[in-house]
């Protein structure tokens, strides 16, 4: 079985400062591993994937994650936070050979101007 | 470019109501899937299918059904509704490999 954790309901960064989302995974096999953002109302947005080779992936918007195969980690970051980057984050799992996402509870990044 | 559309994108239900929450692609993409996301237990997958005629249950299908008859559309049945299945529901599909999955923009449900 495959699961994800998001250990931070909420994050709270001011504007400038560098942010990270956490995030830990569980897979049988080699991990395909994904971060989405949603904004209110909203569908959810790719932002970046880690399939295989470099552990650092970057993204869209200036976001990258780093993926530790030790720790069983892919926690997102960005260097300097936007006002505009405030929304509510995903990280999701799949193992190696299946189609199913699974996704973590979410945590609501919010940064103050 | 449409990509994944779910229709409707707001609905109310009285308890015991039936109804179909309509998903369609126009990518071509052979996997779709249908989630519910409720606060703070991100998406629970309900049902999902690997192609046309094939569809199997995920994590919470329970009062769903579902089927594929075309690689385009995944329509998504309430048989009959009830509150604990006020949610937003979200479809997605994605091409086999590697790549993420594209989600639609969500249906609000809510029952009453």
Avoid at chain 1, 14 to 24: D, Q, R, S
Avoid at chain 1, 46 to 58: P, Q, S
Avoid at chain 2, 30 to 41: A, I, L, T, V
Wanted: with cysteine; charged share 15%; aromatic share 12%.
């Amino acid at each position: 079985a495959q699961s994800v954790a998001q250990p931070e309901d909420q994050v709270n960064v001011a504007e400038g400062n560098p942010l990270t989302v956490k995030c830990t995974y569980s897979v049988s096999g080699n991990p395909y591993l994904f971060w989405y953002v949603q904004y209110p109302n909203r569908g959810l947005q790719f932002l970046l994937k880690y399939i295989t080779g470099d552990n650092l992936v970057k993204g869209s918007y200036g976001f990258e994650a780093e993926f530790n195969k030790s720790q069983t980690s892919f926690h997102l970051k960005k260097p300097s936070a936007l006002v505009s980057d405030s929304a509510l984050y995903f990280c999701a799992v799949r193992d190696y050979g299946d189609y199913k996402l699974s996704f973590g509870a979410g945590t609501t990044v919010t940064v103050r101007a | 470019n449409a990509g994944v559309t779910q229709t409707p994108k707001f609905q109310v239900l009285k308890t015991g109501q039936s109804m179909t929450l309509q998903c369609a692609q126009d990518m071509n993409h052979e996997y779709m899937s249908w989630y519910r996301q409720d606060p703070g237990m991100g998406l629970r997958l309900i049902h999902y299918s690997v192609g046309a005629g094939i569809t199997d249950q995920g994590e919470v299908p329970n009062g769903y059904n579902v089927s594929r008859s075309t690689t385009e559309d995944f329509p998504l049945r309430l048989l009959s509704a009830a509150p604990s299945q006020t949610s937003v529901y979200f479809c997605a599909s994605s091409p086999p490999g590697y790549t993420e999955a594209f989600f639609g923009q969500g249906t609000r449900l809510t029952v009453v």
